[in-house]
């Protein structure tokens, strides 16, 4: 069944998942109308929803025409159905509660485009477009999406499965912590169980948790910075926490949380134009782009890439892809392996010509090299996983400093080796250690090891495997795969990296 629901996450784009989850939920409370079972009007929650999609739609085109920065459809829906779920429902005949909803679209997706520094997203574009209707139009976020438990029960289900996409539960748990301890110091002992009740059970905790708290552009990404950010919107969206006579919404914790965020995250929007396009194995190619900016990051870390597909596909058109070049160098390199029946994007970026431009933002990561240059480490890659190594390679060896590091990297043919002449060099100035893999090639095609990467090959290869940090990239199967092999050979889990990012 574990194996069965990753395959399914694995699947499909982080946006996709949450159109699905604010669906069902729009959906569920769409039939709880009906049956009575919630305060919202059928007819006020059918047309406050079209609305709200018709104007995040129609803000969208026009600014992202005005700016020329291309932008996501998809996004611009998400954020229609969130204040869907937010925001009083306006009958057809409540032309004051429907002007508030268009101010909140607007204000939410214009906040995208202009509410910026650096290029950069500052605020959650929900939470800025809630305040707004509140501000402007008396029509504050009443979070009607809370308060009922069959609507809890997706929302919790559908969350997990939203945070598990994501990774970041730990982000989850900060924010629930503060926000629990929050009610626990602030609500006298004769009342607590009612006010644990109503924080758990009648409050939007759970869902500005799981779909907004996890929006990638404003949250902090840092390891520790995004435990700090979800702490913050935790506590003060606690109920009764105020300062003076100004009282927290949840909304307006996520302004002040998103301050902290951008204080926190590599800044700016990276203008990338293409300088050429390299082969560097079979069906793999490597992007090379000339930024308008000098980028600021670790080797290691990814990047979100945004580029105009005319007509894209479920995948969308941004996706975050590994920087394969070292932050000393001054081209910024993209690997990508493509498939049959590629997606509308791999497809619009393989089309691409030099002086052509694709977008960048939201540096982030943490899969990058321990400080330490003593540390024993072990890089186990899976084809097009190679890249985050490929930077960090790159980067030892511009900096000449030599690391004692084995690499066990696997595919199906030898021609699927990319990035050879690299891992030569490496080999010759930092003293890398390379270990192939070939599982398809008949043995006597090849000099390398035949197979899969499996724990004897790995406790055969690397006799001090219980001394080293282990670095996984590759398929999430073969992620998912390996990792449970190392556990079961006795290597903890605090000596195991992934490398993940969603596939928003």
């Not at 600021?296 to 990047?303: C, D, E, M, S, T």
């Not at 000449?400 to 030569?424: F, H, T």
């Amino acid at each position: 069944m574990k194996a069965v629901s990753a395959r399914l996450l694995n699947g499909i784009t982080m946006y996709r998942l949450m159109l699905y989850y604010l669906g069902a939920l729009l959906a569920t409370g769409f039939g709880l109308s009906l049956l009575h079972q919630v305060f919202v009007a059928p007819l006020a929650l059918c047309t406050s929803l079209l609305v709200l999609i018709a104007t995040c739609w129609a803000a969208n085109r026009m600014i992202s025409w005005l700016t020329r920065v291309p932008t996501n459809r998809e996004s611009a829906i998400i954020t229609a159905l969130i204040l869907a779920l937010i925001m009083p429902p306006a009958p057809p005949t409540d032309m004051v509660g429907i002007l508030a909803l268009v101010v909140a679209a607007v204000v939410a997706i214009a906040s995208k485009f202009l509410i910026t520094i650096g290029h950069k997203h500052i605020f959650n574009p929900v939470a800025i477009g809630a305040v707004a209707s509140g501000v402007v139009m008396g029509h504050p976020a009443i979070w009607w999406v809370a308060g009922n438990p069959v609507l809890l029960s997706v929302v919790i289900l559908g969350g997990l499965a939203v945070t598990k996409k994501v990774q970041r539960f730990d982000m989850i748990a900060a924010y629930l912590i503060a926000n629990v301890a929050a009610v626990l110091v602030a609500t006298p002992p004769a009342m607590l169980g009612m006010a644990l009740r109503q924080g758990l059970i009648y409050s939007p905790l759970f869902f500005a948790g799981f779909a907004m708290l996890t929006e990638p552009m404003t949250a902090a990404h840092g390891k520790y910075s995004r435990l700090i950010y979800g702490a913050i919107v935790g506590l003060l969206s606690a109920p009764g926490i105020h300062v003076g006579s100004v009282f927290f919404s949840p909304q307006l914790a996520f302004l002040i949380a998103n301050l902290y965020a951008f204080a926190a995250s590599p800044k700016g929007r990276f203008r990338m134009t293409l300088l050429k396009i390299e082969r560097v194995a079979s069906d793999c190619y490597e992007f090379i782009f000339s930024p308008d900016q000098p980028l600021r990051f670790r080797a290691g870390q990814y990047l979100d890439w945004t580029l105009h597909v005319p007509v894209a596909d479920s995948r969308g058109n941004r996706r975050p892809f590994t920087i394969a070049s070292a932050p000393s160098d001054d081209s910024v390199r993209l690997g990508v392996k493509f498939y049959e029946q590629p997606s509308a994007f791999k497809r619009q970026l393989l089309s691409l010509s030099p002086g052509d431009v694709v977008f960048g933002s939201q540096i982030a990561g943490t899969f990058t090299l321990p400080p330490d240059p003593a540390s024993k480490i072990l890089f186990i890659a899976g084809g097009i996983g190679i890249t985050p190594f490929r930077s960090m390679l790159r980067d030892l060896i511009n900096r000449k400093e030599p690391r004692d590091i084995v690499l066990i990297y696997g595919n199906r043919r030898a021609g699927d080796i990319a990035y050879s002449d690299l891992l030569d060099l490496a080999v010759r100035e930092i003293g890398l250690r390379v270990i192939h893999v070939i599982s398809d090639d008949p043995p006597d095609a090849h000099d390398h090891v035949p197979g899969f990467i499996d724990a004897e090959l790995i406790r055969r290869s690397v006799p001090d495997l219980d001394e080293r940090i282990v670095y996984l990239s590759g398929p999430q199967v073969m992620i998912a795969r390996v990792r449970g092999m190392l556990r079961r050979s006795g290597v903890l889990r605090r000596n195991i990296r992934t490398d993940y990012f969603p596939g928003f």
